[in-house]
């Protein structure tokens, strides 16, 4: 799909380069472009220093690389600046389960602030950890799950550790974390096992102040034969009014939505699915997952066919930003890979940097312009 605006084409160095003494006057006057290094203080034994943003960092590593300044602005598709990354950026490694401080433009370990878990349970489901930083870059919020007496409702504990370093602290019992803006709402699942080995789903609000918590219904509650649709992340609006909430299926894909549910009404709306890639049927796709932009559209997976038959049309996974209400494409962002899960989507206050871990690369988009690998050996991510 082509870009809003198409680049101009620079034709200065065409001209320069047919004129001998411009050519000339270039070699005589140039000055080689340098970038000061400074080295990242080491705050544990997993720090490793700073390399090129192209490079993917596996943090799993802790050997040293070349420490480089991050690039100041990135070109975006209509050639304006983009803003300087996010000043932090925490993730959860996939082989320790670690909860680390990554450098958000080059992807190596700052720092390793806490350990969170990915048990399975005696059934088998494995349930992958979320975490959500605050807007202030203060507090990283991140959830351990603990084996399900009735999956596949997931069951866990929310905890919350400063990004700068120190004691992890536990805050709420649940699963999903997210936090409104202005950092003063956290919102997670509580999923209650009942005696029949059914279970409830709920989605909680807590004013971190007051301690007061507001309690929402599954937008996909239990029905004949089904139980609650689990659900797989949560994302403030940029005002605090609203979550998108997305649910997965109980059975193959039927089910996959991304909803937007009102705190105040406890009422919840589909987002619409409108085919992005042509040829495509709205009957034959689904959202998963969603998160809220700073600008109000949604950033989300539009994929297609996952669990269907062989009748359908081949697999597909577009990362795309979508108008709420309509289901609108605003902006295509990325082919996703089919056969990879797409999670912890998330933009960074300005809505300029956009982030997903696709299986467990942490993917990072720059003003719009096709993602590149950050860091490898993620499995949850956010800015």
């Known amino acids: 799909m082509a870009p809003r605006t198409a680049r101009v084409g620079a034709v200065v160095g065409a001209l320069c380069a047919a004129l001998a003494s411009c050519s000339a006057a ?13 080295p990242i203080t080491a705050t544990s034994a997993a720090v490793t220093a700073g390399q090129p943003s192209s490079a993917a960092i ?62 399975t349970d005696k059934f088998g489901f494995v349930t992958k950890p979320s975490i959500a930083l605050d807007r202030r870059h203060e507090l990283a919020y991140y959830d351990i799950p603990i084996a399900s007496a009735c999956p596949p409702a997931a069951q866990g504990t929310i905890w919350r550790v400063p990004v700068s370093g120190g004691t992890p602290e536990k805050v709420a019992t649940g699963l999903e974390p997210a936090v409104s803006a202005d950092a003063s709402l956290l919102a997670y699942v509580v999923d209650t096992c009942l005696p029949n080995a059914e279970y ?36 403030f609006s940029p005002d605090a009014a609203k979550l998108a909430v997305s649910v997965n299926a109980v059975q193959d894909a039927e089910g996959m939505a991304v909803y937007v549910e009102d705190i105040a009404s406890k009422t919840s709306t589909a987002v619409p699915v409108v085919p992005i890639s042509d040829g495509q049927r709205a009957q034959d796709l689904f959202l998963l997952p969603g998160a809220f ?11 297609c066919c996952t669990g269907f038959g062989p009748d359908r049309p081949n697999p597909t996974s577009v990362l795309a930003t979508v108008e709420p209400t309509t289901g609108r494409l605003d902006r295509e962002i990325a082919h996703g890979f089919p056969d990879r899960d797409h999670r912890s989507l998330a933009a960074d206050a300005t809505g300029s940097w956009l982030l997903y871990v696709s299986g467990t690369d942490l993917d990072v988009s720059r003003g719009g312009a096709r993602p590149t690998v950050l860091a490898k050996g993620i499995t949850a991510a956010s800015w």
Request: charged content about 10%; glycine content about 4%.
């Open 293 to 303: 932009l700073p600008d109000g559209t949604l950033f989300v997976q539009q994929a």
């Open 26 to 38: 270039a070699h005589s006057s140039a000055t080689p472009a340098t970038s000061p290094t400074s």
């Open 58 to 119: 596996d943090p799993s590593t802790t050997a040293p690389a070349p420490t480089t300044a991050p690039v100041a602005t990135t070109a975006s598709p209509d050639d304006t600046p983009v803003p300087q990354p996010p000043p932090a950026l925490v993730a959860i490694r996939a082989s320790d389960n670690a909860v680390v401080s990554l450098d958000p433009g080059s992807g190596s370990v700052r720092s390793t602030l806490a350990v969170s878990a990915r048990p």
């Open 200 to 235: 409830t789903t709920e989605i909680h609000v807590r004013d971190l102040a007051s301690g007061t918590e507001r309690v929402l219904p599954d937008p996909v509650p239990a029905t004949a034969g089904l139980p609650p649709f689990p659900v797989l992340q949560l994302s």
